[in-house]
C-alpha cells in the first residue's frame, strides 16, 4: 500500500506571497493533519480535516489555512509568507476514528527569502 | 513550561548497546503515546503506539508508560548504526481529534 506522498518536495517562495501544498493521504485514510516542524519550535499541529471539514485546529494565524477534498486529498495554503514560516510542513493520515495511529509523508521543505 | 519534555541529547553510544529514551509530560488527559523515528530531511516514522498505562514490545524496541509519574520511555535493545536517527515522543487526548503533541526530539548516534 502507498504511503503518504506530498507534493512538491521543496519549494522557495519570497516574503509576500502566496503557497499552495499538497498531501495524497494512504488510501482509505480519511483524517488528514498538517504539522510544521522547524529546529526551534519543533513539530506543531496546524490543524486536521475529517471528510472535507476541519475537525481541530493549532495556534496558528489566519493566514495559515487549509482544505480536503471529497477523495481525502488536502491542500494548504499559507498567504502572505514571512521568513519565520520557512520550514518542514509535514502531513500525516489515519483511518480517522478514535484510536487509529497516524502515519507521515516526507513533508515539503518550504524556504522563504 | 512546555506540555511535553524530553532530553534533546545528542546521545551517542556504541553498536550493541542499550537505549533508553524518556519523555515527561504535565497533561494527565493524555491517553495515548508513540514514539516516532525521523532520518535527517525525512518525515517521521511511527515506531511504537501504545494506550495508557503498561508496556509493549517490538522486536527491539519496547515502550513504557507510566501514567501515575506521566513519564514514558522507548528502550532499544542491540543498538545498531541504522538506528542513527532522531527520536520524537508523542501523545494525544482521547477523543476523535487527532492533534499531536511532541516532544522536542532526542538525536540519537549509534557508533560501529
Known amino acids: 500500500k502507498a504511503g503518504v506522498t506530498q507534493t512538491p518536495r521543496y519549494l522557495i517562495k519570497t516574503r509576500g506571497q502566496q503557497v499552495t501544498l499538497s498531501c495524497s493521504p494512504i488510501?482509505?485514510?480519511?483524517?488528514v493533519s498538517w504539522y510544521q516542524q522547524t529546529p526551534g519550535q519543533g513539530l506543531q499541529f496546524l490543524f486536521e480535516?475529517?471528510?472535507?471539514?476541519?475537525?481541530n485546529k493549532g495556534n496558528f494565524p489566519g493566514r495559515f489555512s487549509g482544505r480536503q477534498f471529497s477523495n481525502s486529498r488536502s491542500e494548504m495554503n499559507v498567504s502572505t509568507l514571512e521568513l519565520g514560516d520557512s520550514a518542514l510542513y509535514l502531513c500525516?493520515?489515519?483511518?480517522?476514528?478514535?484510536?487509529?495511529?497516524?502515519?507521515f509523508g516526507p513533508g515539503t521543505r518550504l524556504t522563504v527569502t | 513550561q512546555k506540555e511535553v519534555e524530553q532530553d534533546p541529547g545528542p546521545l551517542s553510544v556504541p553498536e550493541g548497546a542499550i537505549v533508553s529514551l524518556n519523555c515527561t509530560y504535565s497533561?494527565?488527559?493524555?491517553?495515548?503515546f508513540m514514539w516516532y523515528r525521523q532520518y535527517s530531511r525525512k518525515g517521521p516514522e511511527l515506531l511504537m503506539y501504545?494506550?495508557?498505562?503498561g508496556n509493549k514490545e517490538d522486536g527491539r524496541f519496547t515502550a513504557q508508560v507510566d501514567k501515575s509519574s506521566k513519564y514514558i520511555s522507548l528502550f532499544i535493545r542491540d543498538s545498531q548504526p541504522s538506528d542513527s536517527a532522531t527520536y520524537l515522543c508523542?501523545?494525544?487526548?482521547?477523543?476523535?481529534?487527532?492533534?499531536?503533541?511532541f516532544g522536542s526530539g532526542t538525536q540519537l548516534t549509534v557508533l560501529p
Open positions: 500525516a493520515s489515519s483511518l480517522g476514528g478514535t484510536a487509529e495511529e497516524q502515519y
Open positions: 488510501s482509505g485514510h480519511r483524517s
Open positions: 480535516y475529517f471528510s472535507e471539514t476541519q475537525r
Open positions: 497533561n494527565s488527559a493524555f491517553q495515548y
Open positions: 501504545t494506550y495508557s498505562s
Open positions: 508523542a501523545m494525544r487526548e482521547a477523543g476523535s481529534a487527532r492533534q499531536l503533541t
